[in-house]
């Protein structure tokens, strides 16, 4: 599968997750991801990954992916959004006390722009912030005003 379209599966597969239960409610699901030369970086295991990913990320431009999946017992919308995250060359100071003071092992990429690295690690970011952090809340915002 491609990489883009891995974000949009999961938030499909989480959504539907609910479909049985549903009668009148509405399910937003998403899933994001970190791409770097064509392969994502998933949530790191440990501190030595979360190191390795940023170190990957340090000076260069990755991309990240939101899949987000709105669904109702009638009703399905599902989209993505993409926006280019840029970094600044990072230090190895500033990775392993990133990586030791916030503990990003929670986060694709293994950082979160809302943190630390996202104020001083990244220099510029093409498209929606709020797709960095974790839901394109303008697509969402859209998509529910035409539901």
């Given amino acids: 599968m491609p990489v883009a379209e891995v974000p949009l599966m999961l938030a499909?597969?989480?959504a539907e997750a609910f479909r049985p239960e549903l009668t009148d409610e509405v399910v937003v699901a998403a899933d994001t991801v970190v791409v770097i030369d064509g392969h994502i970086l998933n949530k790191p295991q440990d501190e030595a990954e979360a190191i390795e990913m940023l170190s990957r990320l340090s000076g260069?431009?990755?991309e990240v992916i939101t899949g987000v999946c709105i669904l109702s017992k009638a009703k399905t919308v599902a989209f993505s959004d993409l926006t280019e995250v840029y970094f600044k060359p990072l230090s190895e100071e500033e990775i392993k006390f990133y990586v030791r003071q916030y503990k990003p092992?929670?986060?694709a990429g293994a950082y979160g722009a809302q943190e630390w690295m996202g104020m001083v690690g990244v220099e510029k970011i093409v498209g929606s912030y709020f797709n960095v952090m974790g839901l394109p809340v303008h697509k969402v915002y859209e998509a529910l005003r035409s539901w």
Avoid: A, L, T, V
Wanted: charged residues 65%; glycine residues 0%.
């Fill in 12 to 14: 499909r597969r989480k």
């Fill in 60 to 62: 260069r431009m990755h």
């Fill in 105 to 107: 092992f929670d986060k």
